[in-house]
């Protein structure tokens, strides 16, 4: 009978906490980016021109580091799947929420992703809950409860924007989940680029049916430039440095390690929009912050080497 591999605990490595910082800061930067964008370019035309430009860029650099882009036949089930949640549901539920809301705001609900990732892993993967991690999801869910319900700009906004970025969160959380269940064979490059065009692909027939009539005659610099942002850093780069954490690191760290992009979020949102961020929204970083230094100072565990 086969006795279950030794375990050993190690710190978090040092390349997983480069990529988490990259991320915070990049992808933090893309929510008012976003918002800039949409301000010209349909949500449909948006996400289907983006996903699709990134999935070839990705493919790109797959084959020039001689990475076949083939996918196992036994594979292609868990891929779709994955490529709906992460990017398809996540992409197209964000964009139309953080139409509706302060970005900064939006941000810091769509990073509640975390709680439905930590989740969905205990039940599919069989991932341990321990006391560090669920005071870490408890203290997401006071952000998330502040944000919806802490004053006078939540409650007398349009509640279909929360309600849309919560639950793009949701289809990203399982989704990641789902990435670590399903154990492809795949470089993180290749899978990444797979479910860029996935994701992308039912989009962007919707944006060719009717999200396209909505371009207007001309569009301008900036929210151009937001789009090219979309289809490079946060495409390609953002996207490949995120899977590459969750291949690294247990769920619930590689997911909450993330919760430090809507802090940046919310700062270039009043750089840029010139929003004023309020006690609330204090109040909700706080959480989110304790929350990130909760998991990034946990030891993890590994296998033991053989």
Known sequence: MNQPSPQKSAEI??????????LALLWGLNWPVMKLSLAEYPPFVFRAVAGISAGLGLFAMAKANGRTLRVPRAEWKGLVIVSLLNMSVWNIAVLYGVDLMESGRAAILAYTMPLWATLTGAWLVKEPLRARSVLALGLGL????????GDDRAVSGDPLGPVLVVLAAMSWGMGTAAVK?????MSVTVL?????????????VI??????????DA???????GLIYNMTITGIFCYWAYFSVVNMLPVV???VGTLMVPVVGVITDAMIFGTIPGPVDYAALTAVVSAVFLVMTRRTRLPAES
Do not use: E, H, I, K
Request: aromatic share 18%; no cysteine.
């Open 253 to 255: 760290v590689s997911t």
């Open 142 to 149: 006071v952000g998330m409860g502040l944000l919806f319900f």
């Open 219 to 225: 569009v301008t610099l900036v929210p151009t430039l």
């Open 13 to 22: 490595p040092a390349f997983a906490v480069f990529l988490l910082a990259m």
């Open 181 to 185: 269940y399903f154990r492809f064979s």
């Open 207 to 216: 944006a060719l049916a009717w999200d396209y009539q909505n371009m207007p």
């Open 192 to 204: 990444t680029g797979w479910q860029q065009m996935l994701g992308a692909l039912p989009v962007a």
